[in-house]
């Protein structure tokens, strides 16, 4: 499966942006996918993940409660939406996804990985 992530950009802190990432194929419902992310010099950090169907749900404890992750399995989408942002979620996100039963918190978890969009938060 290609992953195609978008919606990064600049926003004021406080303020919301909603990712969408897109991937090729017709097999979308057979994977998990989540979000990770990456400040500079950090290295990457889950952010959350869902499951196939889409009924649960897993997210970073620094994200919880402002970041909601969903997925339209029609539309083969993954969103990532996110409000009350914070300059310390400024990074590079990244869409990734895996043909398993389990949503991981792990990058080595995931075999599939988007190219990243980038999400500068200002103070």
């Known amino acids: 499966v290609q992953l195609q992530a978008s919606g990064g950009g600049l926003v004021q802190a406080g303020g919301s942006l909603r990712l969408s990432c897109a991937a090729s194929?017709?097999?979308?419902?057979?994977?998990?996918m989540g979000w990770f992310r990456q400040a500079p010099g950090e290295e990457r950090e889950f952010v959350a993940a869902?499951?196939?169907?889409?009924?649960?749900?897993y997210y970073a404890d620094s994200v919880k409660g402002r970041f909601t992750i969903s997925r339209d399995n029609a539309k083969n989408t993954v969103y990532l939406q996110m409000n009350s942002l914070k300059p310390e979620d400024t990074a590079l996100y990244f869409c990734?996804?895996?043909?398993?039963?389990?949503?991981?918190?792990?990058?080595?978890?995931?075999?599939?990985w988007g190219q990243g969009t980038l999400v500068t938060v200002s103070s």
């Open positions: 990734v996804g895996d043909r398993s039963f389990r949503a991981g918190r792990r990058p080595e978890e995931y075999d599939y």
């Open positions: 869902i499951s196939r169907s889409g009924d649960s749900t």
């Open positions: 194929g017709r097999t979308f419902s057979y994977y998990v």
